[in-house]
């Protein structure tokens, strides 16, 4: 069965240490390994795609990486603001419709 | 501006009530989606469409029902048959495709009284 699991499902850190989000998945035929960010009460924004193991996406604090089971989000020197849900997704080939399916998500909070 | 917009972002229902919930989007996306949010869990699909006039059930579509007449318009509306509808509504659109990401929209948090 198609699965995605995030670890872990909360994590509280200083403002300046840096940590790691884990995404684990198990589906046959990975089309897209999607991270999204959820504030409270808000729609995920998107924010990497990774398609092959390897690969690895940077955007200001996080960087997104990609092996053939799991995939990491790094935050480095993380701020207050960072603080959210961190969502991962997978797309798996299906019939007409690759099916999209997302993880619990972490629940970040960066103490000042 | 490009975007999604969803309506209302709060909305309250009574026992045994139908309600639709508004969901536009100006990007142009051949692709539309509504997904259920509960606390602790995934977000989970309930009906998408990746052309219009043509829509398909997702993983828990009973009790709801979607129409398609416009690109830009998706509306979902929850009805009475939806034994526990209090949750967190959102919709996604995107280019549709095997590989393409989702964008989604601020919400709409459906309370039952």
């Known amino acids: 069965e198609d699965q995605v699991t995030q670890s872990p499902e909360a994590l509280r850190l200083q403002e300046g240490e840096s940590s790691s989000l884990n995404c684990s998945y198990t589906?046959?035929?990975?089309?897209?390994l999607f991270w999204y960010r959820q504030d409270p009460g808000k729609g995920p924004e998107f924010l990497f795609t990774?398609?092959?193991a390897g690969e690895e996406k940077e955007k200001e604090r996080l960087k997104a990486t990609l092996t053939k089971k799991e995939s990491f989000l790094h935050i480095t020197a993380p701020k207050p603001e960072d603080s959210a849900t961190y969502l991962c997704?997978?797309?798996?080939?299906?019939?007409?419709?690759?099916?999209?399916?997302f993880g619990p998500g972490t629940s970040l909070s960066v103490i000042p | 501006d490009g975007g999604i917009t969803q309506s209302p972002k709060y909305l309250f229902r009574k026992e045994g009530q139908n309600v639709t919930l508004s969901c536009e989007q100006n990007?142009?996306?051949?692709?539309m989606y509504w997904y259920r949010q509960d606390p602790g869990q995934g977000l989970r699909l309930i009906y998408y469409s990746q052309i219009v006039n043509d829509f398909q059930k997702g993983d828990i579509a009973e009790g709801y029902s979607v129409s398609r007449e416009k690109k830009e318009s998706f509306p979902l509306t929850v009805t009475s048959a939806q034994k526990n509808p209090t949750a967190f509504y959102l919709c996604?659109?995107?280019?549709?495709?095997?590989?393409?990401?989702?964008?989604f929209g601020p919400g709409t948090r459906l309370t039952v009284l």
């Open positions: 990774l398609y092959s």
């Open positions: 997704a997978v797309r798996a080939s299906g019939t007409s419709y690759d099916k999209v399916i």
């Open positions: 996604a659109s995107g280019e549709g495709g095997s590989y393409n990401e989702q964008f």
């Open positions: 589906v046959s035929g990975l089309r897209g």
């Open positions: 990007l142009n996306h051949d692709a």
